[in-house]
């Protein structure tokens, strides 16, 4: 069973840094081929941060947070990374884990995705 788990999460000012984990348990994150972070504020739909397809060496980022953000994944410990710096109170969301069985050829929808943690908080103040 498929389990992702995300931590790491919490509430800083603007401009400062966050590192988020994910740990994939019932699925190595070499063969899962793409993985990636996607975030929820209230009222909005789920939007893609960051993926990582592993077996293609690629990785993909979403406009507001390209140069801010880094996906990283560490397959010895199952684990995906994303660190967050330059934090604005626009990056205020939900941040979930996802992950799929095929390639990313670019920064899927949500819809794309099978796997998902529970989420976790992140809160930007001004």
């Known amino acids: 069973q498929v389990q992702l788990v995300e931590s790491g999460g919490g509430s800083v000012q603007a401009g400062g840094s966050l590192r988020l984990s994910c740990a994939a348990s019932?699925?190595?994150?070499?063969?899962?081929?793409?993985m990636g972070w996607f975030r929820q504020a209230p009222g909005k739909e789920r939007e893609g941060v960051a993926l990582i397809d592993a077996r293609r060496s690629a990785i993909f980022y979403g406009d507001s947070v390209r140069g801010r953000f880094t996906i990283s994944q560490d397959p010895a410990k199952n684990k995906v990374y994303l660190q967050m710096n330059g934090l604005k109170p626009e990056d205020t969301a939900m941040y979930y884990c996802?992950?799929?069985?095929?390639?990313?050829?670019?920064?899927?929808?949500?819809?794309?995705?099978?796997?998902w943690g529970q989420g976790i908080q992140v809160t930007v103040s001004s």
């Open positions: 996802a992950a799929r069985g095929n390639s990313c050829y670019t920064l899927l929808a949500a819809a794309y995705f099978g796997y």
């Open positions: 019932g699925y190595s994150t070499t063969s899962s081929i793409c």
